[in-house]
């Protein structure tokens, strides 16, 4: 009796033992490459969605993978990797008793991965996920599609605001509303650092601003201008435009030797327009009374264009008060006067400075002549009557 009751504890033993062995499935399934042809050697990650656990495995030279041993009834993710780049992965694989080999063709995948792709894009644009696409994602790969998207929204209302606040400068300037264009200037410089073109706007509407002050007022404008200009260099140091906007305030500040060394990067940068670019600033010297400065201003546009015909002009007209009255009232004028007011004509017979040009020579004493004829213009040829 006692020998079967013993015999009964132990099967009863065994009975339990075996009941309390867990469930155990496998997952496998073969990789192809774009080729058609088996992957060797990829990457497969198996990882349970419900309770935490990773099964890794690789593929063998025939391409096919598989791992035995993961727990039945599990949800899990398999996911392939290449050079440590997920190239693919399959959401969702339940683990049961008829399980279905978990393959991989990389030539459909690059496909879907394409138009996934093309979701992933419009989803940042709009801002929304498909349910469709939200359920293909993985937990990780959604809260990284959310952070796009909330980071895409955050841009696109920066954008806006840089936007609308730049067009407001663009009016107020438009108005001359200085302070109102500084303002909305500064706010988009604030949005957006980096932008060269709002530093530029902002160091013309602080000169603009200056030209309306006196004393510390002035000196603090435009030297803000001055900031402003150098900003914008820094970002785009390559633009003649900004070197030489850059001068007329150094100009405008009495920092000559800076302004000459601006101007000059602005020339060799645009050969082509460097005479404008002294021209302009002759402009300006002439309207601040530096008559000396604005002489050899418009004296180096001469040089750089020679057939700038505004320019000699110009450079006639700071020589004119250079000139000598006798006791007789006789003007004498300093070297260079006439030709210059001659050369004007000479380039610009009709041109808006002709007839102030005659004048001054005749002031001058210097005989005028009563047509002058465009070097450029083609040479009429007479023919005599026999």
Sequence with gaps: MKVRNLAMFAAGMVFLAFTSLAQIATIEGNVKGVDGKPVQGVVVKITRTDIKGEYPTKTDKKGHYIYMGVPFGGTFNVAIFIDGKQVDVVNGVRTTGDMKPVDFDLKASQKDNTAKNAEFQKAIETGQMSKELERSLTPEQKAQMEKEIKDKSEKLKKRNELNDSFNAGMAAKEAKQWDQAVAAFTKSSELDPTQQAVWAQLGESYTRLAETKTGPEFDTNIQKALDAYAKAIELKPEDPASHNNYALALAKAKKFPEMQAELKKAADLDPGNGGKYYYNLGALLVNSNQAEAAGEAFKKAIELTPTYADAYYQYGVTLVGKAQIGSDGKVT??????????????????????????????????????????????????????
Excluded: D, H, R
Aim: glycine fraction near 6%.
């Design 333 to 386: 004028p300093v070297p260079g006067t006439v030709e210059a007011f001659q050369k004007y004509l000479e380039l610009q017979p009709n041109g808006p400075f002709a007839q102030s040009s005659k004048e001054m020579l005749t002031t001058l004493g210097s005989s005028v002549q009563t047509q002058f004829q465009n070097p450029n213009a083609k040479k009429s040829t007479t023919t005599k009557k026999k």
